[in-house]
């Protein structure tokens, strides 16, 4: 069993950044493959970024790419979300996830999500 723990989001004007921080707790967290979701009201859940803390495989989604950039630490069992000139369209509930490296973009790619943490971008 894996928990994660996300934190880091908040309230920002557009144009600003946030990192989001998560920490997966138990072992063998390089086996993993941690990706990042967002749920924004009245729309589905969308794929924002993953990273194989294997080999280091990044994907990102299409509406965030050149804007936001994920990182992992090892020795933190910690994955980042660094987030990069926002928009109030990047308003909505991101959660952590973690899977076995099926996939990246698929939530049914993952066997392990947080809670989530909001973040809201101002206009």
């Known amino acids: 069993q894996v928990q994660l723990v996300e934190s880091g989001g908040g309230l920002v004007q557009a144009g600003g950044s946030l990192r989001l921080s998560c920490v997966a707790s138990?072992?063998?967290?390089?086996?993993?493959?941690m990706g990042w979701f967002r749920r924004s009201p009245g729309k589905e859940r969308e794929f924002v970024a993953a990273i194989s803390m294997s080999g280091g495989t990044i994907d990102y989604g299409d509406s965030v790419k050149d804007r936001f950039s994920i990182s992992g630490d090892i020795a933190k069992n910690t994955v980042f979300l660094r987030m990069n000139s926002l928009k109030p369209e990047d308003t909505a509930l991101y959660y952590c996830?973690?899977?076995?490296?099926?996939?990246?973009?698929?939530?049914?790619?993952?066997?392990?999500w947080g809670q989530g943490t909001q973040v809201t971008v101002s206009s």
């Open positions: 996830a973690a899977g076995y490296g099926l996939g990246y973009q698929r939530s049914s790619d993952y066997a392990y």
């Open positions: 138990g072992r063998a967290f390089t086996s993993y493959t």
